[in-house]
């Protein structure tokens, strides 16, 4: 079993940034894919980024690319996905979720994760 804890959400203005921490603890945590996900009120979950557990891959949404970066410390079993150039429309809670042996092609399916954090807010002001 592997426990998700996020960290590093809140308020900023638009055009800020926020960066993001998933706290991973458990047994299969070193060979876990991570993903991160959002969702905002009255909508369904959205992929925003996700990265192998060896962190040479990674794969980001399409409105997420060149604003978004997810990396990782395997030392720290942490995630990290720097946000940069925030918009309103990127206000959502932040979920992070894992899955062994996921690849470039399986990280974008939230179905594909066994294990989620409780998630951050992330609140964008215009």
């Known amino acids: 079993q592997v426990q998700l804890v996020e960290s590093g959400g809140g308020l900023v203005q638009a055009g800020g940034s926020l960066r993001l921490s998933c706290a991973a603890s458990g047994r299969t945590v070193s060979s876990s894919s991570i993903g991160w996900f959002r969702q905002a009120p009255g909508k369904e979950r959205q992929f925003v980024a996700g990265i192998t557990w060896s962190g040479i891959t990674t794969v980001y949404a399409d409105s997420m690319k060149g604003r978004f970066t997810i990396s990782r410390d395997n030392a720290k079993n942490t995630v990290y996905l720097q946000m940069n150039s925030l918009k309103p429309e990127d206000t959502a809670v932040y979920y992070c979720?894992?899955?062994?042996?996921?690849?470039?092609?399986?990280?974008?399916?939230?179905?594909?994760?066994?294990?989620w954090g409780q998630g951050t807010q992330v609140t964008v002001s215009s």
């Open positions: 979720a894992s899955g062994v042996g996921l690849n470039r092609g399986r990280l974008g399916s939230h179905r594909e994760y066994d294990y």
